[in-house]
């Protein structure tokens, strides 16, 4: 159980356009997604946290505006950069929370989007 | 300012050792605590989980928590090379469902 999915795994794209990503819960109902964005031999960086139904609670630091997120499911999440530019390629990770178990707070993360900008 | 502190390592150990990591973190009222290990180039998989004092056992893991050193470490028995990886720490505040990771240790696993 508990297996989250993205799509796509990679990405290439034009400097200017928008590049979509989803992430689903595939085996349970998420009422929390977490996006995070990881550089090359960096740690996560959490970008922003949403609920299902709710406005995403972004990062300092994280342009709302350009990083889209909607989570308008119990099983999806999806994370739209626009008009992305070259310093936005980076690998993007996607993970789900569970409703909570005994207090518990674990989540699962999707695979991964690599974005690369042009 | 909530902080989870980990050794960026490298970590090197010989195959069939045991692997000590460990985390330390900042907010007294942390009540759980994760082990995560991340591939290079992949995302990260929940390998462990803990919230209460003491030693948890998975197989060839152990998670060890101490709340009041503040710090939780992973065993890992018997290292085998497919083991080196990154391993992240992560804990919850107490009420909060958002997880301060830390930087990860790298562990590199030789025969």
């Known amino acids: 159980g508990a297996v989250v999915s993205q799509h796509p795994s990679r990405v290439i794209c034009k400097s200017g356009t928008s590049v979509k990503i989803e992430c689903r819960s595939l085996d349970f109902q998420a009422t929390t997604m977490f996006w995070y964005r990881q550089f090359p031999k960096q740690s996560l960086m959490l970008m922003a946290t949403s609920n299902e139904g709710s406005k995403a609670t972004y990062e300092q630091g994280v342009e709302k505006d350009k990083f889209l997120i909607n989570h308008a499911s119990l099983t999806l999440s999806t994370l739209t950069v626009t008009s992305a530019h070259p310093e936005d390629s980076s690998f993007y990770i996607c993970s789900a929370r569970p409703p909570l178990a005994g207090g518990y707070n674990e989540q699962f993360f999707g695979p991964g989007t690599r974005l690369t900008v042009l | 300012q909530k902080e989870v502190e980990q050794n960026s390592g490298p970590l090197s150990v010989p195959e069939g050792a045991i692997a000590s990591l460990n985390c330390t973190y900042s907010d007294r009222g942390s009540q759980s605590f994760f082990w995560y290990r991340q591939y290079s180039g992949k995302s990260p998989e929940l390998i462990m989980s803990i919230y209460s004092n003491g030693d948890k056992e998975d197989g060839r893991f152990t998670a060890q928590l101490n709340k009041a050193s503040q710090y939780v470490s992973l065993l890992i028995r018997d290292s085998q090379p497919s083991d080196s990886a990154t391993y992240l720490c992560?804990?919850?505040?107490?009420?909060?469902?958002?997880?301060?990771f830390g930087r990860g240790t790298s562990l590199i696993v030789h025969p």
């Open positions: 992560a804990v919850n505040i107490e009420g909060s469902y958002i997880p301060t």
